[in-house]
């Protein structure tokens, strides 16, 4: 049972929904960055993936050494079904709860 996600937790499976079969830490940070307003910090991320992991919703392995990083290897994160199914319901509940409220958001 995945619980409550954190708003953070929501990010970093959308992220990782994104990067496919390259999510890792880095990774996941750059793309949080580049589509969100939000400036989170890489210990967060880890914390988050973690977390995350513990809940069953995403699995980790150990991709292939690359070139640039000097041999070592990267963690490889990727979404499991329990995950989808927790992002689906959350995207859910927003989309119901803000049904209705484009006019007090001064949205069209």
Request: proline share 5%; no cysteine.
């Amino acid at each position: 049972m995945a619980g409550t996600l954190g708003d953070l937790e929501i990010l970093v499976l959308l992220a990782l929904l994104r990067l496919g079969d390259d999510g890792y830490g880095v990774a996941v940070q750059r793309e949080i960055a580049a589509h969100t307003p939000r400036n989170v910090a890489l210990g967060a991320v880890y914390s988050a993936l973690t977390r995350l992991e513990e809940k069953g919703l995403v699995s980790a392995t150990i991709g292939p050494p690359t070139p640039t990083r000097g041999g070592r290897r990267r963690k490889l994160y990727v979404v499991r079904s329990a995950g989808r199914e927790a992002v689906r319901e959350a995207l859910g509940a927003l989309r119901s709860l803000s049904r209705g409220l484009a006019p007090a958001l001064g949205l069209r």
